[in-house]
Structures are given as C-alpha cells and as structure tokens.
C-alpha cells in the first residue's frame, strides 16, 4: 500500500484547554492534510513539564474530537520519548555538533556587554560561544545544558521557502547562536524534541502559526545534522487579540466552547478566509467542505 503524499500534525502542549487560537491551528494543518488526501496526526508536546497543566491533554483531545478533528494514527506523547531525544543527543556529540554549556543568563548577559552588546539593546544577537570547545570549553566549571554547535558563516545560514510566506533565510550564529538542546534543569528543548519526532511520525508537511517561524532555521540545521528529512512548511496567520497582541492563555484567551463545536469551527474557518456552514451541518461535514475547496 503507497504512503499518503501528505502527512500534516497538529502539536500542542497541555498547558490549558485549546482556545480559538490553537484551534485555528489545528483546522488549518487538517485541511492541508486532507486537501492533499493525506494523513493527520496529534502529538500532546508535554516536555516542559513545569508549564503542563494536569489533565489538559485529556482535555484537548476531547476538544478536538468535538469538533470532528481525529488523529489518523496513535496519539504520541513527548514524555515518552526521552530515549529517543537521548539518542539524538548523543549522535551530535559524536559529530562534535553539540558540547556541554556552564553559562547562567548572567553569565551570557555579561559576556555580551563586555563586547558593548546586550539583549535588550540588541534582541537579535544570539549565544556568544563562551563555552565552545574551540573558546575554552568549560574552563574547569560544571555544565548546566548542552548546545547546539551551528558553525558559522554559509554553514549556520539557512534559506527555506515557506508555502505561505514564500522565501525566507535566517543566518543562525548571528541571530540566534548555539541554542540550547537539553536544559539545565535536564528537560529537553522543543528544538531537539520536535525535529526527532517530525521525522518519526514521518511528517512531510508543517503546518503552524506564525509564531513559529522563527523556530524553523534551528530545526533545519538541527535535521541535517541529525540527517533527517526536511518537512515542507507554512505558516499560518496569528488569532490576535482586542489590543493586537497574539491571542493565548497567557492574555487570558478563553478555551472553545465544544457545547457548539460548530461555531468554534466556523470562527476558526472564518481566520481562515473559509466561509461558514449553516446551523446544523455536523462537524464532520462541515470539514469535509472546507476541504473539498482546496484553499489550503
């Protein structure tokens, strides 16, 4: 039997019900995959453990199946796959593409300004390598985390063309620096955690929020070096706020009301330039419309 062309995943992390944000997400990455004939599935991201709230994911895949969104496939659990993010690790470390990091956010802060930089006069300059193997090391202090090596000059730049926002570049060392892929507190980073798993649920196409794209150049470089496949990705437009701030749980967005998941869909279908089904069309059906229009 021939693979589906097209194998899309919505990601979200249990820190709270889904609000009309996330499912504007989750709607958009479904009916790209069904546009395409292709297969949906549902990751839960619950690596930050800290921010989890428990018994969220229970309650999001209750909103999602509500609302007629179903995985094509067995739900997976990023707290179940340390192992997996171990294995990852440790072949960079034997690529010499990552190295153990003794440097608090002090730390970093004063080795920017000791160049006559800072974060907050400077938001785009990244890591400065304090503890690169080629600048000392850990120079005898304990290692917090662990980085990713991204080298430098062609090396660290990526292009990538995006199906929404079209041509995009990042030129990593500069802006963003070796970024951290397993945290000082021994959590692993989304970084690391994403890219393995993209590749294990064979996910050929990305879609997300805008909020995302910046995420996208780290995952690349991390997918080369790892050697993994580079899913085709697009970013959706962001749900904002009455003050024209991204709409989340954090600026206290409310969760969907599944009591009429009909009308959770046809807001989110609305963001999505999708017109509206009438009152009484079941979920299902009106998915199956929405995709039929081929507009994603």
């Not at 202090?141 to 662990?146: D, L, M, Q, S, T």
Request: glycine share 10%; aromatic share 6%.
């Amino acid at each position: 039997m021939s693979q589906p062309v097209c194998i899309g995943r919505f990601a979200p992390s249990p820190t709270g019900p889904l609000h009309e944000g996330s499912l504007v997400a989750a709607l958009a990455s479904y009916l790209h995959a069904r546009t395409r004939l292709g297969r949906w599935l549902v990751r839960i991201e619950d690596i930050d453990t800290p921010r989890c709230v428990p018994g969220a994911d229970r309650i999001i895949l209750q909103q999602l199946a509500s609302c007629g969104l179903h995985s094509d496939g067995a739900v997976l659990w990023q707290s179940q796959r340390s192992m997996h993010y171990q294995e990852a690790l440790e072949r960079l470390i034997q690529q010499s593409r990552a190295y153990p990091c003794a440097c608090s956010r002090k730390d970093i802060e004063y080795a920017l300004l000791e160049r006559g930089l800072s974060h907050e006069r400077h938001p785009g300059i990244g890591y400065p390598g304090s503890c690169r193997p080629e600048n000392g090391g850990l120079s005898g202090r304990p290692a917090r985390a662990w980085r990713f090596h991204v080298g430098s000059g062609d090396r660290a730049h990526v292009g990538w063309h995006d199906e929404g926002l079209g041509t995009q570049q990042q030129q990593v060392d500069a802006e963003v620096g070796d970024f951290v892929v397993r945290r000082a507190d021994g959590l692993w980073a989304y970084q690391l955690a994403v890219v393995v798993d993209d590749a294990a649920q064979g996910i050929t196409h990305v879609v997300r929020g805008q909020d995302l794209m910046d995420n996208t150049a780290r995952q690349i470089l991390l997918q080369q070096a790892l050697g993994l496949p580079r899913p085709v990705y697009r970013h959706t437009p962001l749900v904002m706020g009455i003050h024209g701030e991204k709409l989340s749980k954090q600026n206290g967005a409310q969760p969907i009301d599944t009591g009429d998941p009909l009308a959770a869909l046809n807001r989110a279908a609305g963001h999505l330039g999708l017109p509206p089904q009438a009152t009484g069309t079941s979920p299902e059906k009106a998915l199956e419309t929405w995709a039929a229009l081929g507009r994603l």
